[in-house]
């Protein structure tokens, strides 16, 4: 298992007396192999929280939603995740292509409760399970290093309202995004994406930030 505590950390936990406790963590949460509690509940969220690192060694995190199961666990330390159409930016895989560490937090907000992931990434168009997710661009696969359960004291409870239109499904044809309508990026927009749009959908991009502002479904 990677060392969990720098520097840093121990001057922390030095001046507020928590190393002792922060020692006596590490070897009762942190593990390197996926339990049955761990998979079950990885499993059966629909979205997590993705952190990478860009070519400047600038920290990001991104919002990967889903169906619930679209995070596998294929065996004790490998999950794979995929990486479905977005906005053509490709940062958090390529970060990933140019930084393999990741982080992943998996959070439930109806019965709080958190795992924190820490892994080496790859990603591939041409992964075995490619087949299993409907439009996926790219397979991510992580080698876990490491997690733990994180305290839930401070997440703040939520229902969920409703699921999201967007996320490819095998029963329903997925829509194109509504910014993707927009008059904007009409010129720019990839020729797969193109021929999906009629004349009469484009609209403009005021039109579509008050979509967003509104929380119309259709943004």
């Known amino acids: 298992m990677e060392d969990l505590y720098g520097n840093s950390h121990r001057d ?38 993705l952190s990478t690192i860009d070519h400047k060694n600038r920290p990001t995190v991104s919002y990967k939603g889903g169906d619930p199961g679209f995070v596998k666990i294929v065996n004790n330390n490998t999950l794979v995740f995929p990486s479905y159409d977005g906005n053509g930016m490709f940062m958090s895989m390529g970060n990933i292509r140019h930084n393999n560490k990741i982080g992943m937090l998996f959070i439930s907000f109806e019965k709080p409760h958190r795992l924190r992931v820490h892994g080496e990434a790859t990603i591939s168009n041409n992964d075995p399970l490619m087949k299993s997710y409907k439009e996926a661009d790219l397979i991510v696969r992580v080698k876990l290093e490491s997690y733990w359960q994180n305290c839930p004291r401070y997440i703040h409870k939520y229902k969920k309202v409703d699921e999201s ?27 797969k994406d193109k021929k999906k749009i009629s004349k009469e959908e484009v609209i403009g991009i005021e039109e579509w930030m008050e979509k967003v502002k509104s929380g119309d479904p259709n943004a």
């Open 165 to 191: 239109k967007y996320v490819p499904r095998s029963k329903n044809k997925t829509p194109i995004a509504g910014w993707k309508k927009t008059d904007a990026v009409q010129d720019v927009l990839p020729k």
């Open 12 to 49: 922390l936990q030095e001046q507020f007396d928590s190393k002792r406790l922060a020692d006596k963590l590490e070897k009762m949460i942190v593990k390197d192999k996926f339990d049955e509690d761990a998979i079950n509940f990885i499993q059966s969220r629909d979205m997590f929280f």
